[in-house]
């Protein structure tokens, strides 16, 4: 397991030094390092030998974005995050139903199936690229985290509707949209209780006082909050930014913010590497210019109609 460990990070530090020479995005080196070293290229590593280090980066990764926003900010562009993130969904399920219908022989179920599978944007990556050029909290970078948060959170209540895609009937799928909607409010009520109670807590903690306790208080609830959105069938991340953004009203955010960046870095190499690992790169080389069409297409319209939603 150690030797893994030198291996892959020694790999990183090499590519996404490469990478960084030539003045490419850090993230590309470490989906590169993920595909050189994964059992697509030379097999030393497999992807789940990093996976469980790979999902403490993501959490850590959208812990850190929610502690850089400012909840009043993105309260006051709440309804344009709404209207823009409904709007691009609906204009980017339509294109790709479209599109599917036409390039490929598909049942409706299977393309509406396939169309939400393409809607949402990589929140990962997006804050990532904020977050590198320090943008997370300006105009721009809290109404794309906003949008990119909502998104998700409505693509996850469509998902309750795939049921009815794959044609089940009787009360399956009411339940299943039921027990998600109870879920989503229980969220939303805890969320509100935390909130009640945190100033206490941080209060409490900074009259003790130890950069120690303040760092694990921050990873603490970065972990918290993932588990109880896992928990009540959410995405995990998005519950580790609710906890962020809980603890960006206190007066203890920069502090934290400072804490957790150097472990959130570590851990975020590790999630885009395990990304690259799962790319299959026999499949890529068998279709290259379908593929590569395939997703220009997809990017291209997805940007276009993203800046029309918002």
Do not use: Y
């Not at 290229?41 to 990764?61: C, E, M, P, R």
């Amino acid at each position: 397991m150690l030797s893994q460990i030198v291996l892959l990070f020694g790999a990183a530090v090499v590519v996404a030094g490469l990478f960084r020479v030539i003045r490419a995005p850090a993230i590309i080196g470490f989906l590169f390092t993920g595909i050189l070293i994964g059992p697509s290229g030379l097999k030393l590593i497999t992807q789940d030998a990093v996976a469980q280090f790979a999902d403490l980066g993501l959490i850590l990764l959208l812990f850190a974005v929610g502690l850089e926003l400012s909840p009043g900010a993105l309260l006051s562009k709440g309804h344009r995050i709404m209207i823009g993130a409904a709007l691009q969904i609906i204009f980017t399920v339509a294109a790709g139903l479209l599109g599917l219908k036409l390039s490929v022989e598909t049942t409706w179920p299977a393309a509406v199936a396939m169309a939400l599978a393409i809607t949402p944007s990589s929140t990962s990556i997006v804050l990532k690229q904020l977050a590198d050029v320090r943008r997370t909290d300006s105009p721009v970078g809290s109404t794309v985290t906003g949008v990119s948060l909502v998104q998700d959170i409505m693509v996850i209540s469509l998902m309750l509707f795939m049921p009815l895609l794959a044609g089940s009937e009787g009360s399956g799928w009411v339940g299943g949209f039921l027990k998600g909607l109870g879920s989503l409010v229980a969220l939303c009520l805890f969320a509100l209780l935390i909130r009640m109670i945190l100033p206490r807590v941080t209060t409490v903690i900074v009259r003790i006082g130890g950069q120690e306790l303040l760092t694990l208080f921050a990873v603490l609830m970065a972990c918290a909050g993932a588990w109880l959105a896992g928990r009540a069938g959410w995405s995990p991340a998005l519950g580790a930014c609710v906890a962020g953004l809980l603890l960006a009203e206190t007066d203890i955010r920069h502090q934290l913010f400072a804490d957790i960046v150097p472990f959130r870095d570590v851990f975020n190499a590790l999630f885009f590497i395990s990304m690259g690992m799962l790319v299959d790169m026999a499949e890529v080389l068998e279709r290259p210019i379908w593929i590569g069409v395939a997703v220009f297409v997809v990017l291209f319209f997805k940007s276009v109609l993203g800046g029309l939603a918002v």
